[in-house]
RNA sequence: GGCCCCUUCGUCUAGCGGUUAGGACAGGAGAUUCUCAUUCUUCAAACAGGGGUUCGAUUCCCCUAGGGGCUACCA
């Protein structure tokens, strides 16, 4: 019989809300990529340590060895080292609570497993999987009881130890109480209460291949690694009356309950690949910036104020609280991550923009990275004008490619402007030709009373004049502030941007 | 089906008995402007319904309705 010491923590309440010293933790399991809803959850346990001058703790839940996935633990890496997120103990940090992987720790929930049979909390059950299925199969139709009938809580001690010799594989379930109800005080709802028979018939607690399921698993690690708040999703609310019981059957006292509002998507529904991107890294190779989808996800479920809404990690690390935590679900609104996250990229500094644009324009296939020198400059000069004019960073090679490639040649359809003809198009780009001349030696500003005295004496509008040389130049109707993205791209390749685009104009007017 | 949770503009939210119910995104209109953006101004938009408690309910309680979650040898 194993002894649990719990180190030196008292279970005396008062002793624990007078000095205890926060501890929370995150605890994934390794079986695909970060979850956008997740990992607002870990973002909520890491500001409330850091709020607290507590202690974050990762903790990898890998029982599910059918499910287990290496790049997902890899993801898990990735995806907090790219937020900013860190933690104080963990499998890749260390910490005295360790081991932080659930798989290497299979020993203690065996044993912790052992001792509740023992003491009568827990019994052996040798069902198959197929009488399993079968009865769900029955429930299903009945609509009457749903989950585990009970068959082994009641065997007796001849048929128990016949199935034990005839080497039948089995499970360890829990006794949940048939009489009583269980209750528990959760930070955010109150009192959250439930009749025992309510709950789950006799969940497993260790399944046959000897690795403990996650009821298991995170009540004696929470406990073992001292954690004393649980800040997880509302989708766990069912199980902490589950996980309550089994506080009480090791007589260990449970740590403070914060269940937090869900993320959805459009629909109300829980936030899944239908409503778009939800995991991280999907995010990443968007185009959003990470401080703006901490930003952002921070508010989902949480406000500081009635006004304030853009908040660098650090205010976010000192002014989180779990007093101002929402009890409803968030609706995630990509709308509005977008919108943040051009607000972010508008708070960029111009280098900071370059190099942030740089792995996207290497994807394109429009720079190297790092960029050559000749590139550099390019970048370095446009970033201010793209500025505010980008929502994602992927938008960048869209937006910057006249200036890096050949471009492809403008349609008719965008050289002549609105409510004007083949004619004006082409008198505009013979009279930007001229206006070439000494262009590289005047400030924009001149270059722009230069334009804008032609298109008077053109008795034309001056969006009429340029519309056409936009075109030509840039290849498209939107672009960069005209001048300056002559400027950018040279006077030999305008030059032959504009004639080339002369000589199509003439070939259609013909 | 059973159990649990939730309910302020379309969305994120402020409000913690007395407010013209505030802000933001999205949407509409306008201004600025070389396109697109940015920026600015402005409009429209909410307390789910019904009972209580109270001098007074968005706010407290109950019911109803609606929504969601859970109901695995997954977490």
Redo the contacts with the bound molecule.
């Keep these: 019989m194993p002894t649990f010491s719990r180190g030196t923590n008292s279970d005396d309440a008062s002793f624990q809300e007078v000095c205890m010293n926060v501890r929370v933790r995150y ?3 390794p ?1 695909g990529l970060q979850h956008i809803g997740s990992v607002r959850t870990a973002l909520f346990n890491y500001l409330y340590a850091r709020a607290t001058g507590g202690t974050f703790v990762l903790r990898i ?1 890998d ?2 060895r059918e ?1 287990f996935s290496p790049d997902a633990l890899d993801d898990i890496y990735d995806t907090f080292r790219w937020l900013g997120v860190s933690w104080d103990e963990g499998p890749d940090v260390g910490g005295p609570y360790g081991p932080y992987f659930q798989s290497q720790r299979a020993d203690l929930y065996r044993a912790h497993a052992e001792s509740l049979l023992s003491s009568g909390h827990a019994y052996r059950c040798y ?3 197929e009488r ?1 299925a079968d009865l ?1 199969e029955q429930q299903a139709q009945k ?6 009938d009970r068959r082994c809580r009641t065997l007796s001690d001849d048929e128990r130890t016949r199935l034990e010799n005839s080497g039948a ?3 360890i379930r829990f006794r949940v109480p048939l009489e009583g109800s269980s209750v528990f005080e959760d930070t955010i ?7 025992n028979r ?1 709950i ?1 018939p006799d ?2 607690l260790l ?3 000897g ?5 298991l ?2 009540v004696v690690d929470d406990h073992l690694m001292e954690i004393t708040h649980i800040l997880r999703a ?6 902490a009356s589950l996980h309550v019981l089994l506080y009480e059957a090791f007589g260990w006292s449970p740590p403070v309950f914060c269940h937090l ?2 993320v ?1 998507g ?5 936030l899944s690949k239908r409503h778009g991107s939800t995991s991280v890294v999907d995010f990443r190779t968007a185009g959003y910036l990470s401080d703006a989808v901490v930003n952002y996800i921070a ?5 500081f ?3 304030t ?1 853009f908040f660098t990690r650090e205010e976010l690390e000192t002014k989180f609280s779990i007093e ?1 935590l ?6 995630f ?1 990509y ?2 991550l ?2 943040f996250n ?2 972010y990229i ?1 708070a960029l500094s111009d280098t900071e923009l370059v190099d942030a644009m740089i792995p996207f324009l290497e994807i394109a296939g429009l720079v190297t990275n790092p960029p050559s020198a000749e590139h550099r400059e390019v970048l370095d000069g446009v970033a201010p004008l793209v500025k ?2 980008l929502k994602l960073l992927s938008d960048a090679p869209e937006a910057l490619r006249f200036l890096l490639s050949e471009i492809d040649p403008p349609s008719l359809e965008d050289l002549v402007p609105k409510k004007a003809g083949p004619k004006d198009a082409l008198v505009a780009l013979q009279e930007a030709e001229k206006l070439l001349d000494g262009f590289f030696d005047r400030t ?1 500003e001149q270059n ?1 009373e230069r334009f804008r005295e032609a298109s008077e004496r053109l008795e034309m509008k ?2 009429h004049l ?2 056409p040389v ?1 075109a030509a130049v840039t290849g498209s ?8 993205s002559i400027r950018l791209l040279g006077e030999a390749k305008t030059r032959a941007r504009i004639s080339e685009a002369i000589d199509r104009l003439k070939e259609a007017t013909e």
């Design positions: 605890a994934p399991s079986t839940e029982t599910d499910r069902c198959t999987a399993l769900r609509k009457g009881e749903q989950g585990y594989p089995s499970v709802l109150g009192a959250v209460k439930r009749k309510d789950n969940p497993v399944k046959s291949d690795f403990p399921t996650y009821h698993a995170n509302q989708e766990w609310v069912p199980s509002p869900m959805m459009k629909d109300g529904k829980k508010l989902l479920g949480w406000a104020d009635d006004k809404e101002r929402n009890k409803s679900p968030a609706v609104d709308k509005k977008e919108w051009g607000a508008r505010e004019r924009d722009e001056l969006g340029l519309m936009r109707s939107v672009s960069p502030p005209l001048f300056g």
